[in-house]
């Protein structure tokens, strides 16, 4: 094994890393249906108020709403996007508008993804990734909860703004590992179009 391999190898091993919360936040999907389904049926019987307990929970505080319901469907929806970025990109099922990239080889693709993510992604992921640190401290400070009787904590979900661009940023440094070992291999192979797809 050559030290170029290998380099392809921790690659991988930093793309399956940032790729997993994704494919584990997939899983979010069948209880965001429940929740459809629960609110609907709540609305047609226009049920207010679901349950009420005494202990204040994170997320609910003291009570269940139909508003509240209606809120954690788009809350799991933004872990799905914020986890699922980097599971679509280490699978490489981003968008990509290019219009010479089919057409390049294998050693001319790894160039032109690795320019992309030195100079687009990484420095999105920074900046974004530490400007959303200050938009959860405000809303952990300022005990931001729905102005609708809905859920409470919001800075819970907000939080997940930051660890959905480490875990991107974390792929992206893992894709630049594979496109140099690729790019500076002295004989390389022609990979298979979606090798990366590991995650």
Not at 63 to 90: C, D, K, N, P, V
Not at 93 to 112: F, M, N, P
Not at 169 to 197: K, M, Q, V
């Amino acid at each position: 094994m050559t030290s170029r391999s290998r380099l392809e190898r921790v690659g991988h091993a930093l793309v399956q890393t940032g790729a997993w919360p994704g494919r584990a936040a997939a899983w979010l999907l069948l209880p965001m249906i429940a929740l459809v389904l629960v609110a609907v049926i709540g609305s047609l019987m226009h049920v207010g108020q679901i349950a009420t307990w005494q202990t204040d929970l994170p997320l609910f505080g003291t009570e269940l709403t139909l508003t509240g319901l209606a809120e954690l469907q788009w809350h799991l929806l933004a872990i799905i996007i914020m986890l699922g970025m980097s599971y679509a990109l280490a699978r490489d099922q981003h968008v990509r508008v290019d219009l010479v990239y089919d057409k390049l080889s294998t050693r001319g693709r790894a160039v032109l993804d690795l320019l992309g993510d030195v100079i687009f992604l990484l420095p999105f992921c920074v900046i974004i990734g530490w400007l959303s640190l200050s938009f959860v401290e405000f809303s952990f400070n300022t005990g931001e909860r729905s102005d609708y009787g809905g859920l409470t904590d919001r800075s819970l979900i907000k939080a997940f703004l930051p660890l959905g661009f480490v875990f991107l940023g974390i792929t992206g440094i893992g894709r630049i590992l594979i496109h140099l070992g690729r790019i500076f291999s002295p004989a390389p192979a022609e990979h298979p179009e979606h090798e990366d797809r590991n995650g």
